[in-house]
């Protein structure tokens, strides 16, 4: 399921005809983690089939990560579904804060 959601991703972002000569930012956690070695991989993928150049930008958790992609620092971020939707919805870590 998440593959079928990286491919759907990568697709539409590769359809994307303004962004074709632009560098974007893929937000990351620290060297090391399963979401760098994802974001890493992808960033790969996505400047080898495309004119795209990807600069993975690596941050200390979550927080800050979300707070890139908020304030245009970054324009993508993998992360597990729940965490986002803590973010999304202001909870845990996120308290009174929605991303």
Avoid: C
Wanted: glycine content about 8%; hydrophobic content about 50%.
């Amino acid at each position: 399921m998440r593959s079928a959601f990286a491919a759907l991703g990568l697709s539409a972002l590769l359809a994307t005809s303004a962004l074709q000569a632009q560098t974007i930012a893929f937000a990351s956690l620290p060297p090391g983690t399963l979401l760098n070695s994802q974001t890493q991989a992808m960033a790969k993928a996505i400047q080898d089939n495309s004119d795209l150049k990807v600069r993975v930008v690596t941050f200390s958790g979550d927080i800050q990560a979300y707070d890139a992609i908020s304030t245009g620092q970054a324009e993508f971020f993998i992360d597990a579904i729940h965490v986002t939707l803590e973010a999304i919805r202001g909870l845990g870590v996120f308290e009174g804060r929605p991303r």
